[in-house]
């Protein structure tokens, strides 16, 4: 049988904290999920695809989920990643002083907890995109969701990437924890519909994303 994940398409950020609670249960759901298609495994991290299913399933493209464990305490590392310079770690397309910018909009959610809406950029020598993302950041939790959405209040390229990114960081016992990762991404671009090279850009993103998590460089200077 073929896994399969559910995710919700593009969304008009009018009630962000009902939004918010969606894009976490769509996360949860996906992180929950055992029928994953093993794309890549080594010991240190695990590579898993799914077919999308709802609002996103014409796109043909795959979810991707990676797992590894790396020795930090959760809820520290949690707080590096959900940081500016955490964030510039977690999206390499950027500048990197893009993550320093103020968020458009800050909403009052649960405790313990940010919701922002905020610019995303992508960077790279033949491609610029700007889109919207509604960022769900959960320290309760160790749950970070980031999605995709446009808004009444400011103009979205015709041409934007459609985004799901979320990371949930649990505790394996002492400066040891265990992170997933979720990542779909559609950039939108003529000639897109080749959706077995963006599912094959995604596996390496994941990869490379995985090592940079796991780096005791990059962590320890900035929480240890």
């Not at 399969?4 to 009018?14: A, K, Q, S």
């Not at 464990?69 to 002083?97: C, M």
């Not at 919207?132 to 950041?137: E, G």
């Not at 394996?172 to 963006?198: D, F, R, V």
Request: glycine share 2%; proline share 4%.
């Amino acid at each position: 049988m073929t896994a399969t994940c559910v995710l919700l398409g593009e969304r008009v950020c009018r009630q962000p904290e009902i939004l918010a609670l969606a894009f976490q249960t769509e996360a949860t759901s996906a992180f929950q999920a055992t029928d994953w298609h093993l794309e890549f495994q080594t010991e240190q991290v695990k590579i898993e695809s799914a077919e999308i299913s709802g609002d996103l399933a014409p796109t043909h493209l795959h979810v991707m989920k990676a797992c590894t464990e790396v020795p930090h305490d959760a809820a520290r590392l949690f707080a590096f990643l959900t940081s500016a310079t955490g964030f510039a770690v977690l999206d390499p397309v950027s500048h990197k002083a893009d993550h320093e910018k103020p968020v458009l909009q800050q909403y009052d959610w649960k405790p313990g907890a940010r919701l922002e809406l905020a610019t995303a950029t992508i960077a790279m020598p033949i491609l610029h995109r700007e889109f919207l993302v509604l960022n769900a950041i959960d320290s309760e939790a160790c749950l970070f969701v980031s999605k995709s959405v446009t808004h009444p209040d400011y103009q979205s390229q015709s041409r934007r990437p459609l985004n799901t990114f979320a990371i949930q960081v649990r505790s394996l016992g002492t400066n040891k924890s265990q992170i997933e990762i979720l990542n779909y991404l559609h950039l939108s671009l003529p000639g897109s519909e080749l959706a077995w090279i963006m599912n094959f850009i995604n596996c390496q993103f994941l990869k490379k994303l995985s090592q940079n998590i796991a780096s005791v460089q990059i962590v320890k200077q900035t929480i240890i």
